[in-house]
């Protein structure tokens, strides 16, 4: 089981960046593929991105791409979601996920799958 804890939240001005952090805790943390949820007031849960175990694969939905990154950090058991450009309707909850995969470079998109979740950070961007 893997526990998960994001940081790096907060209130920024539109255009402005922020980077948020998902810590995981346990084991194997190389086997997880991960991914980024968030979930804005009155609205669904939205896929933001994801991310393969060994890093080389990223997915992005079409409202974030050119601004946000997902990277990872396995010797640090970290994932992070670098935020440029932020928009007011980036404003949102944001989530971090994780789920035990096979291959190296399996993307997961859909929040069904994943089986761990963090307890969500706010992102507020004041336009």
């Known amino acids: 089981q893997v526990q998960l804890v994001e940081a790096g939240g907060g209130l920024v001005q539109a255009g402005g960046s922020l980077k948020l952090s998902c810590a995981a805790s346990?084991?194997?943390?190389?086997?997880?593929?991960m991914g980024w949820f968030r979930r804005a007031p009155g609205k669904e849960r939205e896929f933001v991105g994801a991310i393969s175990r060994s890093g080389g694969t990223t997915d992005y939905t079409d409202s974030v791409k050119g601004r946000f990154a997902i990277s990872r950090d396995n010797a640090k058991n970290t994932s992070y979601l670098q935020m440029n450009s932020l928009k007011h309707e980036d404003t949102a909850v944001y989530y971090c996920?994780?789920?035990?995969?096979?291959?190296?470079?399996?993307?997961?998109?859909?929040?069904?799958?994943?089986?761990?979740w963090g307890q969500g950070t706010q992102v507020t961007v004041s336009s």
């Open positions: 996920a994780a789920n035990p995969v096979v291959f190296l470079e399996t993307i997961l998109t859909k929040p069904t799958v994943y089986a761990y």
């Open positions: 346990g084991r194997a943390f190389s086997s997880y593929a």
